[in-house]
């Protein structure tokens, strides 16, 4: 375990296929990174909810943002705990074995709390790294938001103290009985690519070298 480690907990140690697991910082930073989206699992007195959300990292806190009249919102302003997931699927292992199938993949996995961002300053710089997550340089060329807009609007973050990462990689480990089967073995993977950027039909501006550039950049 490295210096930029944090000791699993009860809640974040991985018992199922254990080798798979990291409580390295950058592995950790990494997966969030590249997620635009997470899902917030927590439970209020309807029951249990799993909700996905925009989210985006800022040092060693993720971000979320809410309208103030949300469900969610109000479950997590009163200190409830959740559990803040994000995955992605890289490829489809095909195995001799339908049972050894299995799938290429990297996830994180966050237990905590929620914290509302109070100080307006903080809450702006937040706004504005999710907008430049979205879109590097995209800032400059917008509307800001008004006084009236941030007044509707909640920031959140969660500290990345309780974490970990589970990823695979790789081909089918098949049982050494299936071995003589023949039956194609590999794997289907999933490319995350982006598409060329399309204006909107009431668009009135030159296309910006972000967006220009969208199309030839991986994601």
């Known amino acids: 375990m490295t210096a930029t480690a944090l000791p699993p907990s009860p809640r974040t140690r991985v018992r199922r296929v254990a080798e798979l697991a990291s409580y390295e910082q950058a592995t950790l930073y990494a997966v969030l990174d590249a997620a635009y989206l997470c899902h917030i699992a927590f439970q209020d007195e309807q029951g249990n909810h799993c909700i ?7 040092d060693g806190h993720l971000y979320i943002h809410s309208s103030n009249g949300s469900r ?3 479950q997590l302003l009163r200190d409830t705990d959740v559990c803040v997931t994000v995955t992605h699927l890289d490829g489809l292992v095909l195995a001799r074995s339908a049972f050894n199938h299995t ?14 961002v109070s100080d307006i300053g903080q809450q702006h710089a937040a706004m504005d790294a999710l907008m430049d997550k979205l879109a590097p340089g995209r800032l400059a060329h917008v509307r800001g938001g008004s006084a009236k807009e941030y007044a509707a609007t909640t920031v959140l973050r969660i500290a990345l103290d309780e974490c970990a990462v589970k990823q695979r990689k790789g081909g089918p480990l098949d049982d050494a009985g299936d071995m003589a089967h023949a039956v194609w073995t590999g794997e289907l993977p999933f490319t995350h690519g982006r598409g060329a950027a399309i204006a909107d039909a009431l668009n009135t501006s030159d296309m910006p070298a972000y967006a220009a550039a969208w199309g030839t950049e991986s994601a």
């Open 52 to 58: 996905p959300t925009a989210c985006w990292r800022i």
């Open 72 to 74: 969610m919102l109000k």
């Open 103 to 116: 799938m290429n993949y990297r996830s994180a996995m966050v237990y905590g709390q929620f914290e509302k």
